[in-house]
C-alpha cells in the first residue's frame, strides 16, 4: 500500500518555495525541531495458525499514550479486526490463549458502545489483495508498561472485521495471527 508517499509527493509539489536573502545565510538547522526522544518501545512478531510470519507490530510510548505501527503481509484481502489481548500466549492454531481483549478499565467492547471501548479495541485493518497492510494507530491513556504485566498481552488479527458494538469481541470471528508482546531489542 504506497499512500504514504503519495500524500509526501503531493505535500511537497504544492508547497511554495521561499527565497532566502543570499546575504544572510540561515543557520543549517533553522526551522528544524529536534526529533522527540524515542520512548519504551515494544513488538509483537504476528504468525497464522501454520506459523508463518505474518509481519510485526511494535507499540511506542509517547507523553500522552502509545504509538501503535504495523506492517503486516500473507494476510487475506478484505476487512479483518485487530485487537490488543490480555494474555501474552499465542498456542496454534485458535490463539484462544491470548485472552480476552485487554480491558482494564472494565468496559463494554467497541468505540460504538456507549459502555466501551476496550483499551485493546482498535480499528479495523483493510487488507488489499496483495495481503499486504501498513498502519498507525494512536491509543492515548495507555501505558506501554501495563501491556508488559506478569501475564502479558498479545496482539490479535481476527477473520471478520469488528462491529465496534458487539460485547465482548466485536463479532468478528476466529483468529488467524497472533503476537506476544515483547520488548524491542
Known sequence: MTIRPLFVAAALLSTPVLAQDAGTPAPADAG?????????????????????DVGEVTLEQTPKGVLVKGALMNLPAGEHAIHIHETGKCDAPDFKSAGGHFNPTKKQHGSLSPKGQHVGDLPNLYIPQDGKVQFDIFIADLKVKSLLDKDGSAVVVHAKLDDYYTDPAGDAGGRIACGVVEKAE
Open 32 to 52: 528544524v525541531k529536534p526529533m522527540p526522544k524515542k520512548g519504551e518501545t515494544v513488538k509483537a512478531q504476528l504468525k497464522d495458525a501454520q506459523g508463518k
